[in-house]
């Protein structure tokens, strides 16, 4: 009788254990590629939004009166330019083909680290790593 | 004994009810269908290129 009941607590431990892992999201068949576009597009987008929120953060040399303080965008326009472009142009091509989106959304990523001034690298390094960290892992952990 | 069960169940009851909720979830969850995937995608899309295209506006391209 012991016996009985310490295997079935520990069958309810373990039941209950595996079912404390994380929830998968349901997907009908044939469905993913553009759950997972969407996820990229997502993950392009925060770089995009990233980007233009750089942009709008002055940086300012120190003023010598009576002269104004020289500011200049902590991304430069151009550079911003450039993600805006390449961002806009994937997403389009996501929508109309989901089924290439690691390809599409990694090479928009290859784009714009090459792209970007040298000055400005720097700013968008780890937007752009952390976007390549999200569409490495949305087929893997969806 | 049956005090021990009682204790036991008390620890064990939580674990259980989140195994059903995420089993039945899992199972018997609504998954999005394609045409609510299509449209999800086609909003997404429309805030990245309208965001990207109010940036430009405010920053037009200097001429070369």
Partial sequence: MKRFWCAFVLAFVLGGSLGCGSRAVPLLPGTEPTYYALKAVVALGTVQSAAIGLNGIPVCAEAVPPAPPVCHPLLSDASTRIVVEIVTDSALTLKATPAGWQASATAALDRIDARLDAADKPQMKVYTAAARGVIALIGVNP | ?64
Avoid at chain 2, 35 to 48: K, P
């Fill in chain 2, 1 to 64: 004994m049956i005090a021990l069960i009682l204790q036991l169940a008390q620890v064990l009851a939580p674990m259980i009810i989140t195994a059903y909720e995420d089993h039945k979830a899992g199972n018997n969850g609504a998954a999005p269908t394609q045409d609510e995937l299509n449209v999800a995608l086609a909003a997404a899309v429309s805030r990245i290129v309208a965001e990207g295209e109010a940036w430009k506006a405010a920053h037009p391209k200097p001429p070369a």
